[in-house]
């Protein structure tokens, strides 16, 4: 595995670990539990800024190809179902 792989997989471990923290301190806050949820918020603050030197250290990655234009589909309309209802 390259550097830049190691690098990608460990943003990704630092992710999923805030998220389980940030859910943690929504659930800390909603119970009243401000002393739980103060320290949690250290460690969020902490993980964040390990994230954001992380995704600054690695390349962008490459852009997705531009659709094709053309013509563009539409979806047809309830017009011929409800002529014919009303035919009957």
């Known amino acids: 595995m390259d550097e830049v792989a190691a690098r990608r997989e460990k943003l990704g471990v630092v992710e999923r670990e805030l998220a389980r923290l940030e859910a943690q301190y ?11 949820a103060h320290g949690l918020q250290s460690r969020i603050a ?4 390990e ?6 250290s690695l390349p962008a ?6 659709p094709p234009t ?4 539409q979806i ?5 179902a409800l002529r014919r209802r009303r035919r009957r």
């Open 26 to 36: 929504e659930l800390a806050m909603s119970a009243f539990k401000f002393d739980e």
């Open 46 to 49: 902490a993980l964040d800024s």
């Open 61 to 66: 990655l490459p852009a997705a190809a531009e």
């Open 70 to 73: 053309g013509l563009v589909p």
């Open 76 to 80: 047809a309309g309830p017009g011929r």
């Open 51 to 56: 994230r954001r030197a992380l995704a600054a």
